[in-house]
């Protein structure tokens, strides 16, 4: 483990690893650094790995909780390739990861940048009367509402609630049954801050990239699940359609966590991206 200083004076906290071109790993909300664990050896065997902590994650403090923004994590990686001095970098985003790209290009355009690779997102998570490809095809304002209260009153139990009672069927009935998967999951949510969380999924909710999308002038490569928990397939086509250079690839039978399902399809599929014209 090491870090570097992100320019309001916080330590962002960060994991290198192996030699080669510059791969830039971003994880999802309430995760970490570790969700890219399981792809570290063959990821690491021919590039440079960058994996963090975002701001508010990975149980590690923060001087101003309420900084846990994705404005500011954006700028935190233009501080991270600033300070590693990082050109033509492929960049992975899951979930927040993507938002947080989204947000680094309208900031700060392609700088570092050469490659993009996105996983299961959409640009705009709430929906309305003219927006139906946010979580779930339907959750608004009100639904956001209600969630935050849940993650006020009981944090864990409302993250777990937000992924169970979507688009998944299985994950429902997992939920429901308390499957150790999900009581595991309870247990290491249950050890989390959760107000910068909070702050940064008001922050995520609060976001609209779909005005960034068809500027975007990289290489993309587009990773979803066939049985998202957020997001059906017109969302995916949508980003796809949307992205000059974009390609998109479905995983059927997974959710929103594709690349830990098939994770053999993914570093195959991902190294052939970075290595290709």
Request: proline share 4%.
């Amino acid at each position: 483990m090491t870090h570097f200083p992100a320019d309001d004076g916080e330590n962002i906290h960060l994991h290198v690893s192996g030699e080669g071109s510059p791969l830039i790993l971003l994880h999802g909300w309430t995760s970490s650094h570790q969700e890219w664990t399981p792809f570290l050896a063959a990821l690491a065997a021919r590039h440079r790995v960058y994996r963090w902590d975002a701001r508010g994650h990975g149980g590690h403090a923060l001087a101003h909780p309420g900084s846990a923004t994705v404005e500011r994590m954006a700028r935190d990686l233009k501080n991270l390739i600033d300070h590693y001095k990082i050109a033509n970098a492929t960049a992975v985003g899951h979930s927040m990861g993507a938002l947080t790209l989204w947000q680094y290009l309208r900031d700060h355009g392609t700088h570092g940048l050469g490659k993009l690779c996105l996983i299961d997102q959409s640009p705009r998570l709430l929906t309305d009367d003219d927006w139906d490809h946010g979580i779930y095809g339907n959750f608004g304002a009100d639904r956001n509402r209600q969630l935050i209260d849940w993650l006020r009153e009981d944090f864990a139990e409302g993250v777990l609630k937000l992924t169970a009672l979507g688009l998944n069927q299985r994950a429902r009935q997992k939920y429901e049954e308390n499957a150790s998967g999900w009581e595991r999951l309870r247990q290491a949510l249950r050890g989390q801050n959760p107000e910068p969380l909070i702050h940064c999924w008001q922050s995520l909710t609060a976001a609209d990239y779909r005005d960034v999308l068809a500027r975007i002038p990289l290489p993309t490569l587009l990773v979803y699940g066939g049985q998202s928990n957020f997001y059906g397939g017109e969302t995916a086509r949508y980003v796809a359609d949307t992205i000059p250079n974009a390609i998109l690839n479905i995983y059927e039978g997974s959710d929103h966590s594709p690349h830990q399902w098939q994770r053999e399809r993914f570093v195959r599929e991902l190294l052939e991206f970075i290595d290709g014209e």
